[in-house]
């Protein structure tokens, strides 16, 4: 009965009308994608806890989808000094880069890219101007292998609704030296906003992304939504990013799939440090062989925050290797949960693919659930899978505070070094000072 309720509160403002609004001036193509991915989602039911993906997260209690409305996406200035001074104080962080983007309200009010790597065909616009500019790009990859509507109840809807996003793309063989850094702001209350990021490396290229997310604590329940696609060619380097550092009352809900081919290193980080409730789903595809692919993941909870990151390792070509390091630490009444699984297909022979889950239970009342799995249809595989639920180390902080460490230092010590090996694993400039600092003030308000 919840579930119908849910169902039908949401359609209130997300409707068939709310789509097709949506493909007013858009090539036929988008239009018919759009109609398409809405059809997909009214025929597919809501996810609950009887689904194994989602038992540990109950939508009819976590996500109030019957009091959002469409938040309204509007074109505004490019004027940094009328930006919020949350989303200035982040930009000011990333002046390093090959290039920025930036969205507020889901909209995208800024872009620049080094003339060197544009003359070089480099391309970081809005998608909605990909769409127009570059649509033998965008239609092949958008919605189509990586997240398709099939995906999922949610991947159709920000299929069907998305209003703008992110398109990245690195021709083959230029390799860019610095990340490019895309910075987006929350602050409408009450709304839902839907964007997607495309990223394509054609062959051989070399590029890093740092996606971050921010808002101020929220009146009341907004939801973000965010698809994005990585699609790494033969021999290409992509490393990707995403940070969120949004407020209280935030549901930040991200599909992520990457397909790395033959050769190619595509390795992802997922920071996940603000928000109420936090969904990560992400399933790391390795299409040819000699494809790699590191997968990290930090989160660190307090108060009443719940975490769930719902991974897959799908190994469809064989002689590649994936590598999976999520680590959290909880205070207070915060939840992770993790849901892990490797993949190997028929025929993926000469897979390496590991997954590991650690958790720091800093309070009585935290709580994480771990769940790794796999699933082999090959003979010839080196696969191992472990997870682990504990406390501070006492022997650590003893020895800290025998030389001299006040308790709430020491512990801020040990948190830092046990989250720290996740942020060394990927060395990206600014990136791991940034993502410390915010851990840091996080430590110190509860010390």
Not at 213 to 235: F, H, K, N, P, R
């Amino acid at each position: 009965m919840s579930d119908t309720k849910t169902i039908e509160g949401v359609t209130d403002a997300i409707n068939r009308e709310a789509v097709q609004a949506r493909t007013a001036g858009e090539p036929a193509w988008l239009a018919s994608r759009r109609m398409h991915a809405w059809e997909v989602y009214e025929d597919t039911p809501m996810p609950t806890t009887r689904l194994e993906e989602w038992r540990y997260t109950d939508l009819t209690e976590k996500l109030l989808l019957d009091s959002l409305h469409l938040g309204s996406v509007e074109a505004r200035p490019d004027d940094p000094s009328t930006f919020p001074a949350g989303l200035r104080q982040a930009m000011d962080e990333d002046r390093e880069a090959s290039g920025h983007l930036v969205l507020i309200d889901g909209a995208v009010v800024h872009t620049d890219i080094r003339e060197d790597l544009s003359g070089k065909g480099v391309i970081l616009c809005s998608l909605r101007e990909a769409v127009e500019k570059h649509p033998e790009l965008v239609e092949t990859h958008l919605a189509t292998a990586a997240v398709p509507p099939e995906e999922g109840k949610f991947q159709a809807l920000n299929a069907a609704l998305w209003t703008d996003g992110v398109f990245f793309y690195v021709p083959r063989g230029v390799r860019l030296d610095l990340p490019v850094r895309v910075t987006r702001w929350i602050s409408e209350s009450g709304a839902a906003f839907f964007s997607r990021t495309l990223i394509v490396a054609e062959p051989t290229s070399q590029v890093s992304y740092v996606d971050e997310i921010l808002s101020d604590d929220l009146a009341a329940q907004t939801l973000t939504s965010s698809a994005v696609e990585v699609i790494t060619q033969d021999g290409a380097q992509v490393q990707y990013v995403a940070v969120q550092r949004m407020g209280r009352n935030a549901f930040y809900l991200s599909q992520q799939r990457t397909l790395a081919y033959r050769d190619s290193t595509l390795d992802t980080l997922n920071v996940n440090l603000g928000g109420s409730v936090t969904r990560v789903d992400l399933n790391a595809r390795l299409m040819g062989p000699g494809a790699n692919s590191d997968m990290l993941g930090l989160y660190f909870g307090d108060a009443d925050q719940h975490f769930d990151h719902n991974t897959s390792q799908d190994h469809v070509a064989g002689h590649a290797n994936s590598d999976l390091l999520y680590k959290g630490a909880l205070d207070e009444g915060s939840r992770a949960v993790f849901r892990g699984v490797i993949r190997v297909h028929e025929g993926a022979q000469q897979t390496d693919a590991y997954q590991t889950n650690r958790n720091l239970l800093l309070s009585d009342e935290a709580r994480a659930d771990s769940l790794p799995n796999l699933e082999i249809a090959a003979d010839d595989v080196k696969c191992s899978h472990g997870a682990t639920v504990g406390q501070l180390d006492e022997e650590s902080l003893f020895y800290l505070m025998s030389r001299g460490l006040p308790q709430a230092k020491a512990e801020r010590l040990v948190v830092l070094g046990f989250l720290g090996e996740v942020l060394s694993r990927l060395p990206l400039g600014g990136v791991q000072e940034k993502v410390t600092r915010a851990i840091e003030e996080k430590l110190a308000s509860h010390g």
